[in-house]
């Protein structure tokens, strides 16, 4: 579902381990890291949404994970312009409106399979501290990454009040 300005609604997945580290995954085929996160159907909640996506891209059920929190508004981020998709010389979306949950894992990580769809968005992942993630992932993602963590990682980590910095802003 692409909005009037041109942003396309998603959902952000951040899940965390009894550690509090978080679970994070590499692009197929590229060297790009991320958190799982994919688009909101018509006639989908975000919750839904989140489902979904966390079965197809990483193979886990609502039985697998508890959900700790979500934001508490949109966070959005621009496409730049090498990567935008165009249909008839217009851009298909200028960007991504997200809502970030934060889940934690209930059950084994062993259920995690990153092959249950027909073409896996990832081939590889990785439990990391959710400082790394920020320097990490790709520079236009980066500040969206900041809000949601910091507005989410506290639940899990109540004694921690993080900032973190965007190094490119």
Sequence with gaps: MIDR???RANVGIILCNDEGDLF?????????WQFPQGGINPNETPEQALFRELEEEVGL?????KVIGRTARWLRYR???RFL??????????????VWFLLKLANSEENVSLDGCEKPEFDSWRWIHYS???DQVIAFKRTVYCKALEELIPLIKPDEA???ID???
């Design 79 to 81: 496409i730049p312009k």
């Design 24 to 32: 994070w995954a590499r692009r197929t085929g590229e060297d790009s």
């Design 132 to 134: 790394e993630t920020v």
């Design 5 to 7: 300005q041109g942003f």
């Design 162 to 164: 993080i900032k973190l």
């Design 167 to 169: 190094p490119i802003n």
């Design 85 to 98: 998709r165009y249909r008839r010389q217009r851009p298909r979306c200028i960007g991504q409106k997200q």
């Design 61 to 65: 059920t609502e039985k697998d994970v």
